[in-house]
């Protein structure tokens, strides 16, 4: 260090100020000796230089050494030393340099005027400046952040939520214009859902022409696919639209003189949901906002994720109506109850219910939260509190039923209402039973469907046994008709021979009888197996009822009084006339008459005979106070052959023949046991208007008939 030259004294050295001062330098002088000054340069990591009035260097510590060694360009050029000499002290005038290894390096520079020279002080603050500049950065995006949370967090409307995302670009980093592109799900290109164009102070519909951005073979779809942002400066934009004419989008920037362009990828955990671009045409946007790549991107994840959540929003809320629209038409009952069996939700259908049942009490509102145990039926309770349990605990039944019926009056003037209910466990995302799930559906309707389909097959089932029976009796029919007409042939010769015998005088002429009468037994047999068969021609006429019954009757009354039958008879008046073989229905009420007769032997009983009519049927109906007949017997009662008669008493054919009978007219003749005891024969006939003589109508039964009671067709022609 040079020796510092002698100065003359001042008149005020020894005034006392000056006094003061001087001890003061004298008490530290041993510490400010120069082993202590060159101790504290060593350790201190801050650069001190002192150099002479013409910048040549006089003394140096280590650490100054090495800020001189790391410089590219020599430290000692690039000092203020002339500000010094030219304004006295200079503090903490930064100082950038270039690095020898690369980087930059910025000193912190003070520098005082001493006698003949200058004291330098360099500090490195390279480190605190950058951490300053993190933070400044760190600041902004947190403010960028908190606006724009405020205003994205503000809606879930993605319509909101897109809008407020482009005048955010627009506002907080300086843009001209800021777009927002989502994906289009039909093509591989983005739509353009929002712009905001910040000199016109507003939101605008794109052009025509930028609805829709390719997302091939285009910087806004090299940003989509790889998820990577861009920032382009004018000369970037020139030079990528010479290379790609077809880019919209670089067309657009390039026609309005875009000066800088951002185009920033809207990341979902590494997966790309859109684009936000962004366009100024100011040139001092070029650098400064428009180059802080960092502030943009947070300002676009906090974007990307608004418009995910708003998306997801509108998604739930358009599943959540398509789900209420589901349950609301499904035509049944659903709710879902808690672990304490608690209702906590339920469809449309529940309040409909209620008030078709009449209970406005019960609405959703005011039942909501509210056990369901009151509502089950009592007759089942401990059976439906038993399963819910079950499910409750297991997740499943031990059965593996869920699923059953239940009735409950729905009061005086409905029927009851038949249920079916369905109950399964509701399960968390963890797997845990959280409560039930209970589908109930009304299938009354179903019930009354089985019910008539129960009625219907039965009918078939008859229908068929009738059709088995018709089908046996024609083929029995026809085998009985060719085995009458075999044996009428013989019958005949032996009638001929028998009659030629008894004229002629015989000598055994008893034995001759017995032959001729059994011939004709044979014969009446046959007749009757022809007559079944219907070989046997009908002679039809007009005829009334009530004749024919009363002939009958007068041949049966005998009987009647010899086996203690009493009949008791209802003949409707003015019976009309019916077209009928009236010998065939005579025989037919005979037969009818003869077996009830029979059924209550011995002892007797009573008769009831009743002939009624309606405007298209006249019934016959014979009914008796016999032991009815057995269900086994009813089944085939007019099958031929079949009898309950001990053998040689009788044949089989006599209710077989009055069912042909009754065929061969249209009508039908049916056979039943009556709840009091006792068996009812009834033979219908049709009432055929079409067969009455042109311009003439039959008479009445209250009309005089013929003296036989039968009006031949003879008669009834003239």
Same mark, same amino acid.
């Given at each position: 260090?040079?020796?510092?030259?002698?100065?003359?004294?001042?008149s005020?050295?020894?005034?006392?100020?000056?006094?003061?001062?001087?001890?003061?330098?004298?008490?530290?002088?041993?510490?400010?000796?120069?082993?202590?000054?060159?101790?504290?340069l060593?350790?201190?990591?801050?650069?001190?230089?002192?150099?002479?009035?013409?910048g040549?260097?006089?003394?140096?510590?280590?650490?100054?050494?090495?800020?001189?060694?790391?410089?590219?360009v020599?430290?000692?050029?690039?000092?203020?030393?002339?500000?010094?000499?030219?304004?006295?002290v200079?503090?903490?005038?930064?100082?950038?340099?270039d690095?020898?290894?690369?980087?930059?390096?910025?000193?912190?520079?003070?520098a005082?005027?001493?006698?003949?020279g200058?004291?330098?002080?360099?500090?490195?603050?390279?480190?605190?400046?950058?951490?300053?500049?993190?933070?400044?950065?760190?600041?902004?995006?947190?403010?960028v952040?908190?606006?724009?949370?405020?205003?994205?967090?503000?809606?879930?409307?993605?319509?909101?939520?897109?809008?407020?995302?482009?005048e955010?670009?627009?506002?907080?980093?300086?843009?001209?214009?800021?777009?927002?592109?989502?994906?289009?799900?039909?093509?591989?290109?983005?739509?353009?859902v929002?712009?905001?164009?910040?000199?016109?102070?507003?939101?605008?519909?794109?052009?025509?022409?930028?609805?829709?951005?390719?997302?091939?073979?285009?910087?806004?779809?090299?940003?989509?696919?790889?998820?990577?942002?861009?920032?382009?400066?004018?000369?970037?934009?020139?030079?990528?639209?010479?290379?790609?004419?077809? #880019?919209?989008?670089?067309?657009?920037?390039?026609?309005?003189?875009?000066?800088?362009?951002?185009?920033?990828?809207?990341?979902?955990?590494?997966?790309?949901?859109?684009?936000?671009?962004?366009?100024?045409?100011?040139?001092?946007?070029?650098?400064?906002?428009?180059?802080?790549?960092?502030?943009?991107?947070?300002?676009?994840?906090r974007?990307?994720?608004?418009?995910?959540?708003?998306?997801l929003?509108?998604?739930?809320?358009?599943?959540?109506?398509?789900?209420?629209?589901?349950?609301?038409?499904?035509?049944?009952?659903?709710l879902?109850?808690?672990?304490?069996?608690?209702?906590?939700?339920?469809?449309? =259908?529940?309040?409909?219910?209620?008030?078709?049942?009449?209970?406005?009490?019960?609405?959703?509102?005011?039942?909501?939260?509210?056990?369901?145990?009151?509502?089950?039926?009592?007759?089942?309770?401990?059976e439906?509190? =038993?399963?819910?349990?079950?499910?409750?605990?297991?997740?499943?039944?031990?059965?593996?039923?869920?699923?059953?019926?239940? =009735?409950?009056?729905?009061?005086?003037?409905?029927?009851p209402?038949?249920?079916?209910?369905?109950?399964?466990?509701?399960?968390?995302?963890? %797997?845990?039973?959280?409560?039930?799930?209970?589908?109930?559906?009304?299938?009354?309707?179903?019930?009354?469907?089985?019910?008539a389909?129960?009625?219907r097959?039965?009918?078939?089932?008859?229908?068929?046994?009738?059709l088995?029976?018709?089908?046996?009796?024609?083929?029995?029919?026809e085998?009985?008709?060719?085995?009458?007409h075999?044996?009428?042939?013989?019958?005949?010769?032996?009638?001929?021979?028998?009659?030629?015998?008894? #004229?002629?005088?015989a000598?055994?002429?008893?034995?001759?009888?017995?032959?001729h009468?059994?011939?004709?037994?044979?014969?009446?047999?046959?007749?009757g197996?022809?007559?079944?068969?219907?070989?046997?021609?009908?002679?039809?006429?007009?005829?009334?009822?009530?004749?024919?019954?009363?002939?009958?009757?007068?041949?049966?009354?005998t009987?009647?009084?010899?086996?203690?039958?009493?009949?008791?008879?209802?003949?409707?008046?003015?019976?009309?006339?019916?077209?009928?073989? %009236?010998?065939?229905?005579?025989?037919?009420?005979?037969?009818?008459?003869?077996?009830?007769?029979?059924?209550?032997?011995?002892?007797?009983? =009573?008769?009831?005979?009743?002939?009624?009519?309606?405007?298209?049927?006249?019934?016959?109906?014979?009914?008796d106070?016999?032991?009815?007949?057995?269900?086994?017997?009813?089944?085939?009662?007019?099958?031929?052959?079949?009898?309950?008669?001990?053998?040689?008493?009788?044949?089989?054919?006599?209710?077989?023949?009055?069912?042909?009978?009754?065929?061969?007219?249209?009508?039908?003749?049916?056979?039943?046991?009556?709840?009091? %005891?006792?068996?009812?024969?009834?033979?219908?006939?049709?009432?055929?208007?079409?067969?009455?003589?042109? %311009?003439?109508?039959?008479?009445?039964a209250?009309?005089?008939?013929?003296?036989?009671?039968?009006?031949?067709?003879?008669?009834?022609?003239?």
């Amino acid at each position: 260090m040079p020796r510092r030259t002698a100065r003359p004294r001042s008149s005020l050295s020894h005034t006392a100020p000056a006094r003061a001062k001087h001890a003061a330098r004298t008490a530290h002088q041993p510490f400010l000796s120069n082993n202590n000054l060159a101790a504290l340069l060593a350790a201190t990591n801050d650069g001190v230089l002192l150099l002479r009035q013409n910048g040549t260097l006089m003394l140096s510590n280590a650490a100054a050494e090495r800020m001189m060694a790391e410089g590219c360009v020599p430290l000692l050029d690039e000092l203020p030393i002339k500000r010094v000499f030219a304004g006295g002290v200079v503090r903490d005038v930064l100082l950038a340099r270039d690095l020898r290894a690369g980087g930059e390096q910025l000193l912190a520079t003070s520098a005082v005027p001493l006698d003949g020279g200058v004291a330098v002080l360099l500090r490195d603050v390279t480190t605190t400046a950058r951490l300053t500049a993190h933070i400044a950065v760190a600041e902004q995006q947190a403010r960028v952040l908190t606006q724009a949370g405020a205003r994205l967090d503000g809606s879930l409307d993605l319509r909101d939520v897109l809008g407020a995302s482009v005048e955010l670009a627009t506002e907080l980093l300086g843009f001209t214009v800021a777009w927002l592109g989502l994906p289009n799900e039909s093509d591989s290109t983005l739509d353009i859902v929002a712009v905001h164009d910040a000199i016109s102070g507003g939101a605008r519909q794109a052009q025509a022409e930028v609805t829709r951005v390719s997302i091939t073979h285009t910087l806004t779809g090299e940003c989509f696919n790889q998820g990577r942002s861009l920032s382009l400066d004018r000369p970037k934009i020139v030079a990528f639209y010479r290379e790609r004419a077809n #880019d919209e989008m670089l067309r657009q920037a390039h026609e309005h003189n875009t000066h800088a362009a951002l185009l920033l990828p809207l990341l979902i955990q590494g997966r790309t949901i859109g684009v936000l671009g962004m366009f100024t045409n100011r040139s001092q946007h070029q650098e400064g906002a428009a180059g802080d790549l960092a502030l943009a991107e947070t300002l676009a994840s906090r974007v990307a994720v608004a418009v995910e959540h708003a998306r997801l929003h509108g998604e739930a809320r358009a599943l959540q109506h398509f789900y209420q629209s589901v349950t609301n038409s499904a035509g049944a009952l659903l709710l879902t109850l808690d672990r304490q069996l608690r209702l906590t939700w339920a469809n449309s =259908e529940w309040d409909r219910s209620m008030r078709w049942l009449n209970l406005p009490d019960l609405l959703w509102n005011d039942v909501k939260g509210t056990s369901i145990v009151p509502l089950l039926p009592a007759a089942r309770l401990p059976e439906l509190l =038993e399963m819910s349990r079950q499910l409750l605990r297991q997740g499943a039944l031990a059965s593996g039923e869920t699923t059953y019926r239940t =009735e409950i009056d729905a009061g005086l003037r409905r029927p009851p209402l038949t249920l079916l209910v369905r109950v399964r466990p509701r399960g968390s995302h963890a %797997g845990a039973v959280e409560g039930l799930t209970v589908a109930v559906a009304d299938i009354s309707h179903l019930k009354q469907l089985e019910a008539a389909l129960r009625e219907r097959h039965d009918e078939l089932q008859r229908t068929q046994v009738q059709l088995v029976a018709a089908a046996r009796l024609a083929a029995t029919g026809e085998l009985i008709a060719g085995v009458a007409h075999e044996l009428n042939n013989p019958l005949t010769s032996v009638l001929g021979w028998a009659d030629l015998m008894l #004229d002629a005088g015989a000598a055994d002429l008893d034995g001759v009888r017995r032959i001729h009468d059994g011939a004709l037994r044979a014969r009446r047999i046959v007749q009757g197996l022809l007559m079944f068969a219907r070989q046997a021609p009908a002679e039809r006429a007009w005829t009334h009822m009530g004749s024919l019954a009363d002939t009958v009757l007068a041949l049966k009354a005998t009987d009647f009084h010899r086996n203690a039958v009493r009949l008791r008879s209802n003949i409707a008046p003015q019976l009309p006339q019916v077209w009928v073989d %009236g010998g065939q229905i005579q025989q037919v009420l005979l037969n009818l008459l003869t077996n009830a007769e029979q059924a209550m032997l011995p002892g007797g009983g =009573e008769i009831f005979l009743t002939i009624a009519h309606d405007d298209n049927t006249i019934a016959l109906s014979v009914a008796d106070t016999g032991p009815g007949i057995p269900p086994t017997t009813l089944e085939r009662i007019f099958e031929p052959f079949f009898t309950t008669k001990p053998p040689g008493e009788g044949t089989g054919l006599g209710l077989a023949i009055s069912h042909g009978i009754a065929r061969s007219h249209g009508g039908s003749i049916s056979a039943e046991n009556q709840p009091g %005891g006792g068996a009812r024969f009834t033979l219908r006939l049709p009432l055929d208007h079409t067969q009455w003589a042109a %311009g003439e109508k039959p008479q009445t039964a209250g009309a005089a008939p013929p003296s036989d009671g039968v009006a031949t067709e003879k008669a009834h022609s003239e």
